[in-house]
């Protein structure tokens, strides 16, 4: 997963929603993966190239029984 910010933005303390949903290798044996923002902000990698940043996660950050298939964090909306 990659998500960057262009010069406009410029911080990765934008980053917002209730929770984050990761869903990689789709089509043939999914993997789920539910963080918070707070934790997104944590584990993100900054680069910077060329005058520019950009923010993105490691799979091997996020890819942990931590925050696989951790449906319960989000809840039933009740």
């Known amino acids: 997963m990659i998500f ?4 406009l933005l410029g911080t990765i303390d934008r980053v917002i929603g209730d929770f984050w949903v990761i869903i990689n290798n789709v089509t ?13 902000k944590e584990l993100v990698h900054r680069g910077e190239k060329e005058d520019r940043v950009s923010y993105w996660l490691q799979p ?15 809840g039933f909306g009740e």
Do not use: G, H, Q, S
């Open 28 to 40: 043939d044996k999914p993997n789920v993966f539910i963080l918070k923002p707070e934790e997104v």
């Open 4 to 7: 960057a910010f262009n010069k």
């Open 60 to 74: 091997r950050e996020y890819e942990t029984d931590e925050f696989r298939d951790k449906w319960e964090r989000i």
